[in-house]
């Protein structure tokens, strides 16, 4: 099992005139755990579904386990497990219904889905909930019975759209541990995300997107360093205009009142500050998470 | 290839098995509220209105109730396919899930018509008994109207299906209801004998479906077989061939946002 599970090469896609995603290039290895970050509209489903064969690309290319998504989508979708935005359950049906209507499309049935659906089902911590209409799930319930589902043909690789999003601090636990067990047994997982530390626990490497493009592409620790800094230090209401910080501080940022200094220690630029007797009102020294890269290369501001 | 092809694919068969399990769960109030409207009209007009007419030898109420089989196919099939396919497609998730596994909408569409036909041979058998209680089933042909009813189911699902991938919103499915179904079922020769209307009216009648599957029932109950119900028969099943294909491209379109 060698070659890439996604390969885009100058990938768009256009809903009539407007264009979601406008040439992406990314490589997706096997195993690995990739994740896509981005405000809201920034692509990210958009790019999920080509992944997934939901829609077909606008132009460019795209290869899922080395096959092209275009011509080869009943294959891919063999392969592959999918947890949709919306999670997309039937709510007609229990969540056992669901799980073995959808292991029949893969061509399990009788016996050996019912086994299949029992041991998912119990790996999703849902016994006891079998029977239960998906109406009468919980948020965090019916996100497991969606990853369950996309877990019923044991796919290669899990495409999961914003997994955690509208979960409680333990129902996205319990999620992220499940999916660094996927990891573990080598299953490679794409996801999209709006939780930064949820990206920098889970991911191996990430892009973060906006308006349809790639911003930036790396590991957790190497956008930090490339677009962030060890630490972050936040001042509330100071005139840093005429401070000669210039050597300590790496990159500087106005929001409003507060200005974040960037900088390799928080300890020393402190003391420098106090030294050019500049004191603040307030301060944070934390150090630099994804989460500043994301801002920064985003902006801090609400758009449209 | 078209879904007729489909209609046995595997995958046909398990959107059949979604559907029918979902109907499961609401089966009584579904079948109670499909069999009692058309019922009380069939009384209605049947007995009441009946009482005042009769049509050369035959009652009202004997030319009426075969008709009632091709009204039931035609409602039963036309019902679901437009609403309940609508919401499938589009508040649900049904087929958005479904798509996720590798399950092509030519597929759904096969499975959609299998349930419809499903719909359409139990909502007409139901009929088909209460005219045989009232004593108005001639013959034993009358059996072969079950197969013609899942004919018809599938028939009359083809432009519901059509029409609720096509529309924009909900209310529109009331246009096909207002400027197809029900005027079909006025003049499709259920309630009365077309003989006596304009012939540009009878023109209309002849290229409805309903009229042709209703001369079979008719023919069936009365046990009154003869070689041109081949005609209407043939008549069926090329439009059934012709019309197979309309709801797929729709769905797909539809899916692949
Ligand atoms: N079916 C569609 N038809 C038209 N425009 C669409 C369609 N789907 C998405 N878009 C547009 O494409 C852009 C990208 O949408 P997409 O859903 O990919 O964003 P996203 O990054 O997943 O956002 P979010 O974080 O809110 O889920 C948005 O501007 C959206 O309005
Ligand atoms: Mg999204």
Request: glycine letters at 8%; proline letters at 4%; aromatic letters at 10%.
């Amino acid at each position: 099992m060698n070659g890439l599970a996604v390969h885009a090469h100058n990938l768009c896609k256009r809903y009539g005139t407007f264009e979601a995603v406008r040439g992406i290039d990314f490589d997706i290895a096997r195993q690995e755990c990739f994740g896509f970050l981005g405000v809201n509209g920034a692509g990210k489903t958009s790019t999920m579904k080509m992944i997934y064969c939901r829609t077909t690309k606008t132009s460019g290319q795209l290869d899922v386990l080395g096959m092209d998504a275009a011509t080869h989508p009943r294959e891919i979708k063999q392969r592959i497990g999918v947890v949709t935005q919306d999670n997309a359950l039937d709510p007609e049906l229990t969540a056992a219904e669901n799980v073995m209507l959808y292991a029949a499309f893969f061509g399990i049935r009788g016996t050996a889905a019912r086994e299949r659906c029992a041991e998912l089902l119990h790996l999703m911590n849902l016994e006891g909930k079998e029977r239960s209409r998906i109406a009468e799930l919980s948020g965090g319930m019916k996100r497991r019975v969606a990853i369950a589902r996309a877990l019923v043909n044991d796919p290669e690789m899990l495409v999961l759209d914003e997994p955690t999003t509208g979960l409680d601090p333990q129902a996205r636990l319990a999620v992220w541990q499940l999916l660094l067990g996927f990891r573990e047994r080598g299953i490679t997982l794409v996801l999209t995300s709006h939780y930064m530390e949820e990206a920098a626990r889970l991911c191996d490497r990430l892009v973060i997107m906006d308006e349809g493009r790639i911003l930036a592409e790396g590991t957790p620790r190497e956008l930090i360093a490339q677009y962030a800094a060890d630490d972050v230090l936040e001042l509330h209401a100071v005139d840093l205009s005429r401070a000669p910080l210039d050597g300590s501080v790496r990159r500087r940022e106005q929001h409003g009142d507060i200005t974040y200094l960037y900088n390799d220690d928080n300890t020393a630029l402190l003391a420098r500050l106090a030294q050019l007797s500049i004191e603040s009102t307030r301060h944070v020294a934390r150090p630099a998470t994804l989460e500043d890269v994301f801002l920064n290369l985003t902006g801090r501001e609400l758009t449209d | 290839m078209s879904p007729l092809v489909a209609l046995f694919h595997r995958n046909s068969w398990n959107v059949f098995r979604r559907d029918f399990m979902a109907w499961q769960k609401y089966a009584f109030s579904s079948v109670a509220i499909n069999i009692f409207e058309p019922m009380a009209w069939f009384l209605a007009i049947g007995f009441g209105l009946g009482a005042y007419l009769t049509l050369g030898k035959s009652s009202l109420i004997q030319f009426i109730a075969p008709g009632m089989l091709g009204l039931a196919a035609l409602n039963a099939a036309t019902f679901d396919a437009c609403w309940g396919a609508y919401e499938r497609l589009n508040f649900n998730g049904v087929y958005e899930s479904m798509v996720t596994a590798p399950v092509d909408p030519l597929e759904i569409a096969g499975g959609e018509y299998l349930w419809q036909a499903f719909r359409a041979t139990l909502y007409g058998a139901i009929f088909l008994v209460v005219i045989a209680g009232f004593g108005l089933v001639h013959s034993w042909w009358a059996l072969l109207s079950l197969p013609l009813l899942a004919l018809c189911g599938i028939l009359f699902a083809m432009p519901g299906l059509a029409v609720a991938f096509m529309v924009k919103t909900q209310e529109h499915l009331f246009y096909y209801f207002s400027f197809v179904t029900t005027p079909m079922s006025m003049i499709g020769g259920v309630f009365f004998p077309l003989d006596k209307l304009p012939h540009w009216l009878q023109a209309i009648a002849w290229c409805t479906p309903l009229y042709h599957c209703v001369n079979i029932f008719r023919a069936l109950v009365n046990g009154q077989l003869h070689p041109g119900l081949l005609g209407d028969l043939a008549w069926l099943v090329v439009v059934m061939a012709l019309l197979a294909y309309l709801p797929v491209p729709f769905l797909r379109n539809k899916l692949a946002r």
